[in-house]
């Protein structure tokens, strides 16, 4: 065993943040896909108009009117579950820096509770893939959902 992921970029489990449950399509699968992979680049029902229309229902800000970037990582695997959730937060100028921990927690929530994700399909096979949304933050408030 590889001290080393498969691909660069691969999410390992971890107990800790990981929901056991969740599966990938295939322990053995040697291949990452990533969300720009395949026919379309979102697969999302709706697009990414329906999660923004979704985020504006859920008013989420932060009270510290924080300006930069909080990206959520994931995995959707090929029934359209997600899971291996992962967080980074980037200040204004791209430096990695923590500014808001609850407005984080708030945002992986939010992307937790996105259910319309669609498996790739790749050559009539359902596939994996790794997603991210980056939520730039401007004054304490959601300004755009990348990408």
């Given at each position: 065993?590889?001290?080393?992921?498969?691909?660069?970029?691969?999410?390992?489990?971890?107990?800790?943040?990981?929901?056991?449950?969740?599966?990938?399509?295939?322990?053995?699968?040697?291949?990452?896909?990533?969300?720009?992979?395949?026919?379309?680049?979102?697969?999302?029902?709706g697009e990414k108009l329906?999660?923004?229309?979704?985020?504006?229902?859920?008013?989420?800000?932060?009270?510290?009117?924080?300006?930069?970037?909080?990206?959520?990582?994931?995995?959707?695997?090929?029934?359209?579950?997600?899971?291996?959730?992962?967080?980074?937060?980037?200040?204004?100028?791209?430096?990695?820096?923590?500014?808001?921990?609850?407005?984080?927690?708030?945002?992986?929530?939010?992307?937790k509770s996105l259910n319309?994700?669609?498996?790739?399909d790749i050559k009539g096979?359902?596939?994996?893939?790794?997603?991210?949304?980056?939520?730039?933050?401007?004054?304490?408030?959601?300004?755009?959902?990348?990408?």
């Amino acid at each position: 065993m590889s001290k080393y992921p498969a691909t660069v970029g691969d999410i390992e489990f971890d107990d800790k943040l990981d929901d056991p449950d969740f599966k990938k399509c295939s322990p053995e699968e040697r291949l990452s896909l990533q969300y720009y992979h395949g026919e379309k680049q979102f697969n999302y029902k709706g697009e990414k108009l329906a999660i923004i229309e979704k985020l504006e229902k859920e008013k989420i800000s932060s009270e510290t009117m924080m300006n930069g970037y909080i990206t959520v990582r994931f995995l959707v695997n090929c029934e359209g579950k997600t899971g291996l959730f992962r967080v980074q937060q980037m200040d204004a100028d791209l430096k990695e820096s923590v500014q808001d921990k609850i407005l984080a927690e708030k945002l992986l929530r939010f992307t937790k509770s996105l259910n319309g994700w669609i498996p790739k399909d790749i050559k009539g096979l359902k596939a994996g893939y790794y997603q991210y949304l980056t939520y730039k933050i401007e004054d304490g408030k959601v300004s755009e959902v990348l990408p």
